[in-house]
């Protein structure tokens, strides 16, 4: 196992010198489709491919992009090969963005198989995925210093069946400026208030089982934390963010945007978990802005400036998150 490289800043984020600004899409580019996690149902691939192809992109499927581990079924391949699957897509200078196909489990499994530094000497790439997707975008956000999307995956049930999320997704890719201003129908003050930060965060049990580990961010101070979950009961959600927080993870975090909690209970219960394990922090808190594993879902960018305001359910990006061109070294 190669031995981990540096993070860019041991208390957070990459400083934002350090940050490296992927491109928009266009029409004509190619995407690489990966399974970091859980294997891939063939159908359901074939309707996320068609679709991806719809947009005028061309698909490269991962060469063990189909594969399931010969033991632990779980797993989509062996971890050496999921990782030189995420790995070849990223090096690839033809691929202009990662698509993971599903979540499930594996990328804890993987991701210190992964050369970091040799992607870091690469052209930033956009990276969409969302669910167990959290420890990449947390590794790259670390490692690379290049903003990642929190959005619907290539066989997700949400990208598949609700247009509204596809056509999201869409347009943060191909459109980003269009996309700046992210809120929902359910978005609502928790805690009220107004903080301003850089997004980071997802699937919170997968951000509190990271917790130890030689390579996890030590706080998520000064940042947006996104927090969403799925099938994970109310008590459970509490040992999660009680875990969170006596790791210190919460410490000096500016605000805090909840997504969907599919599987998780009676909503009313939920919250009130939300508001007795959060609340203390002091800091703003939006109620189910609408990204995550319901059935519709926003694209939220990782890795950006941006402003949250409870009191009007909004998350607000300071800038696109994309550019007309890669830009090495910017602020994202």
């Not at 007309?324 to 602020?331: K, L, S």
Request: hydrophobic share 40%; net charge negative.
């Amino acid at each position: 196992m190669p031995t981990p490289a540096p993070l860019l800043q041991a208390q957070g984020p990459a400083a934002p010198g350090l940050r490296r600004r992927p491109r928009r899409l266009a029409v004509g580019d190619r995407v690489a489709l990966v399974a970091p996690s859980g294997p891939v149902d063939p159908q359901r691939l074939a309707a996320g491919t068609a679709l991806l192809r719809s947009w005028g992109l061309h698909v490269d499927p991962g060469a063990h992009l189909l594969d399931r581990h010969p033991v632990h079924g779980y797993l989509a391949g062996t971890d050496a090969d999921r990782a030189a699957d995420f790995q070849r897509a990223w090096l690839d200078p033809r691929t202009s963005a990662v698509v993971c196909a599903r979540g499930g489990y594996g990328v804890q499994r993987m991701v210190d198989l992964v050369d970091w530094d040799a992607l870091r000497a690469a052209p930033p790439k956009i990276l969409v995925g969302f669910s167990d997707i959290t420890v990449l975008h947390e590794t790259v956000d670390l490692r690379l210093g290049v903003p990642t999307l929190y959005g619907p995956m290539g066989t997700a049930a949400a990208f598949l069946d609700d247009p509204a999320t596809a056509d999201h997704l869409r347009r943060t890719l191909f459109e980003p400026t269009t996309t700046r201003v992210l809120t929902s129908a359910t978005a609502e003050p928790l805690v009220p208030g107004r903080a301003a930060g850089t997004t980071a965060g997802g699937c919170a049990s997968l951000l509190a089982t990271d917790r130890g580990s030689r390579t996890a961010r030590r706080s998520f101070a000064g940042t947006v934390l996104l927090l969403e979950d799925v099938n994970e009961q109310p008590y459970r959600l509490d040992r999660t963010l009680t875990q969170l927080l006596r790791s210190g993870a919460l410490e000096g975090v500016a605000g805090i945007a909840l997504g969907s909690w599919e599987g998780c209970g009676p909503p009313e219960l939920v919250r009130e978990v939300m508001l007795d394990r959060l609340a203390p922090l002091g800091v703003p808190v939006i109620w189910e802005l609408g990204f995550g594993h319901g059935p519709s879902s926003l694209t939220v960018p990782l890795g950006v400036p941006a402003v949250l305001d409870a009191d009007s359910g909004t998350l607000t990006l300071d800038e696109p998150v994309f550019g007309d061109t890669a830009v090495e070294g910017a602020a994202a």
